[in-house]
């Protein structure tokens, strides 16, 4: 039977870089697969990128109202596919990572997604979330933390100052509603807790 898999790290963990590794070896070996994103991840439009400088453009994006199994049945077509990844996850709904489940075990194709769990707050995404009820596979990549220890959390920046509050979706670098430019770093737990005053999501 085929599996759902869900492949988690901090950012800068890595995730895309694996994905597109694995695309690649699927199709050393003769084999189909398809790339996905969802489409409220604007920062590379139709492409995923890797912090090596490796892009490549998906196959389909999967809007917010969209079914995924529909959306992939669509992009595929006739042609047998052997592989189905999916980055950026954690921006899937849970009704679309339950389609992620169906096609890999009611349509006997592997699905492969990559994400985060939490948010700036340490907040779980409900995509992530529900990959971590479903998915047969957890599986954590792994980074680290400025001061060298293993890098958990993902603390959000504006302009050099982490802040704690705000909308739970920021893409990428850039204007935001704090009228400022957005990046995020990558903490272990003592950071995280150090630059937050204790504090595990923004409240207590």
Do not use: W
Not at 15 to 33: H, I
Not at 54 to 69: K, L, M
Not at 108 to 129: C, H, K, M, N, Q
Not at 183 to 198: F, H, I, K, P, V
């Amino acid at each position: 039977m085929a599996k759902l898999y869900f492949r988690y790290g901090a950012m800068n963990s890595g995730k895309s870089t694996a994905l597109l590794q694995a695309a690649y070896n699927y199709e050393e070996r003769g084999q189909r697969v398809l790339l996905t994103k969802p489409a409220v991840d604007t920062k590379a439009a139709n492409d995923i990128s890797s912090r090596l400088g490796v892009t490549r453009e998906v196959d389909f994006a999967i809007g917010p109202q969209d079914s995924s199994r529909e959306a992939f049945h669509a992009a595929a077509g006739e042609e047998a596919v052997s592989c189905l990844l999916v980055d950026e996850a954690q921006f899937l709904s849970p009704p679309q990572v339950n389609d992620l489940l169906r096609i890999a075990v009611l349509d006997g194709i592997p699905v492969l997604a990559y994400g985060i769990r939490t948010d700036f707050r340490t907040e779980a995404f409900p995509g992530s979330r529900r990959l971590l009820e479903i998915a047969h596979s957890l599986e954590e990549l792994k980074t680290i933390c400025r001061c060298g220890r293993k890098a958990v959390f993902n603390g959000r920046v504006l302009d050099g100052r982490f802040i704690f509050d705000g909308d739970q979706v920021a893409i990428d670098a850039g204007p935001s509603a704090h009228d400022g430019e957005v990046t995020y770093e990558s903490l272990c737990a003592q950071c995280y807790l150090r630059e937050s005053g204790g504090t595990l999501d923004g409240k207590g």
